[in-house]
């Protein structure tokens, strides 16, 4: 069988190696690689974040993070170990007729420079983004000459070609106010655009709940019937206005016949009128309505980022103490909120105003209390003000060009790019 201490060192010898094989593919840290005498010096490339092996040939190009923290690949390495920009990526998507890799879900292109995603209208054909010939086309994945989805208030025709949805009250000319109609009836409409509902013979007309001025209360979803608001389709402003509805929310006022505003504070009320849930820093009262939480009082609305404090309270406590405050606040003894006292502190411990919790940009927390990070670029740190857990996301300018922060989780440091290398056709 053996003796168990010999196994013990053959397993250990076997990790050893494992681990010697590691440290052999990627020996440097971020931003270096080996040169001819076997030391660890800056990459080649300016944009390269992983050059491990050979300084000179780039492995694994800089990105930068999306809103979701995902990286966005706007370079990739190339097969001679170069640093290039995925074809004609940019995120300004406003720009008409450009063709290029959409930046989504953490992708942009991958190792050979093509793109991953296209956008809406454009179809992915041999790694580049084409778009669509067909006017009105959302997608087009077969060729680019025949279409399988229209853009809204359109519909497939059997040749792929896309057509306007059509308005029986109005002779049959083309409808502005239907989002999806019956491809064999296009004058039969089956959606209606909000603010319009589905009338008799297939036709949109508009919402019978809405007030007569733009800033009254309309009616944004009576799409299965015009004469019928949907729960919780009572909005603030005009639905065919283009901008979205006001804050807010609506009940039908059946005696009126009209959308009418929730009572001052309240999220969601049933259709008499009486509040269900209130906002952040109000309570639903026994009679059915919203008391502001203690120190909201002398609040003019209902969003508690205007002069409030207290986010959370209940009607169970007579008195309206605050069970949560605000950002940067924290209740005392009475129930109140009141400023949290630990420097740089962005959220102190409920009851302890000088124990800090979380601290402001560019600080560690040690001990309750922010000490001030050491690494240029730096967001969070750890109890070692040189050591970053967390770099600033956004760009900023260094005196000669716009940087923006990588983190090399290894060695703990923010590295900074410049921003026109990382972000292609930005001014530098």
Known sequence: M?????????????????????????????????NAARKCVPCANPNCWRCASNFKNCIECAYTLGDDNKPLRYLY?????????????????????FAACELRDGKGCNAAG????????????????????????????????????????????????????LDPLQNNRPSTTCEACNPAKPNVCLKCLPG???????????????????????????????????????????????????????FVDKTKGKCASCPMGCANCDAGGRCLSCEPGWFVTAAGECSPCKGNEGLIDYNVEYGSSCAECTAADGNRRCAKCIGGLVTNANGTCVPCKAAACKRCADGLTTRCLECNEGYGLVGGA????????????????????????????????????????ERRRCHLFRYYDLYPGTPN
């Open 114 to 165: 093509h793109c991953e995603i296209c956008p809406q209208g454009w179809r992915k054909a041999s790694g580049k983004c084409l778009q669509c010939k067909v006017k009105n086309c959302m997608a087009c994945p077969y060729t680019r000459h025949r279409c399988a989805r229209c853009a809204a208030g359109f519909y497939l025709t059997a040749g792929g070609v896309c057509a306007q949805c």
């Open 196 to 250: 319009y509902g589905l009338g008799d013979e297939g036709a949109c007309l508009k919402c019978e709940m809405s007030g007569p001025n733009d800033y009254d209360w309309h009616c944004w979803d009576c799409s299965t019937n015009y004469r019928t608001c949907q729960p919780g389709g009572c909005r603030r402003g005009r639905p065919d206005s283009g901008a979205p509805a006001a804050k807010g929310n609506g």
């Open 2 to 34: 053996g003796r168990p201490w010999a196994r013990a060192v053959a397993f250990t010898a076997i990790l050893a190696s494992l681990t010697c094989f590691v440290d052999a593919q990627d020996p440097c840290p971020a931003r270096k690689g080996l």
């Open 370 to 409: 922010c000490r001030l990070c050491r690494q240029p670029g730096c967001a969070q740190c750890d109890r070692n003000p040189r050591r970053c857990r967390e770099c600033i996301t956004r760009s900023w300018w260094n005196g000669s060009a716009w940087v923006v922060p990588m983190l090399d989780s």
């Open 77 to 97: 390495a190339t097969t001679n170990g170069t640093c290039e920009k995925c074809p004609n990526t940019r995120t300004d998507w406003r720009l008409p007729g």
